[in-house]
């Protein structure tokens, strides 16, 4: 016979397509901060961790997914950002082009994520 969760855990569990988003956005993003430098590597890590251990622990896999997604947007935001100003007039149109890329994946992992929240609350 096989456990079943119970109805509260269920609830509290992110949809496998925003978890699986908040991978692919956290694993893209460590790949191109290797580009941009050392630190930024390790920026998308709570977001990973955070997405892969919700199933597993709700209340604190939330937590680190919420935590790491604003933590990686302000990273992504002032770097990104900064890179796209940076180099808009010279020939680093690939720099440019990432750094775009990039800021359009976390906003959409972020509204993901935002409107994820909201169906849990509201449940």
């Known amino acids: 016979m096989a ?17 699986w988003l908040a991978v692919a956005t956290g694993f893209l993003t460590a790949v191109a901060g290797t580009f941009a430098g050392g630190l ?20 604190v896999g939330r937590g680190l997914i919420c935590a790491g997604a604003l933590w990686l947007t302000f990273w ?13 007039s ?10 775009i890329v990039l800021i359009l994946l976390v906003v959409l992992c972020d509204v993901a994520i935002l409107i994820e929240e909201l169906k849990l609350r509201r449940a």
């Not at 020939?91 to 440019?96: A, E, K, M, R, S």
């Open 40 to 59: 930024f590597l390790v920026m998308p890590i709570p977001l990973i961790l955070g997405a892969v251990i919700q199933p597993r622990f709700p209340r």
């Open 3 to 19: 456990l079943e969760k119970s109805e509260p855990s269920k609830k509290q569990i992110v949809s496998e397509k925003t978890r």
């Open 76 to 88: 992504v935001f002032d770097i990104g950002g900064f890179m796209v100003l940076e180099h808009r």
């Open 90 to 99: 010279t020939n680093h149109l690939g720099v440019v082009a990432l750094s």
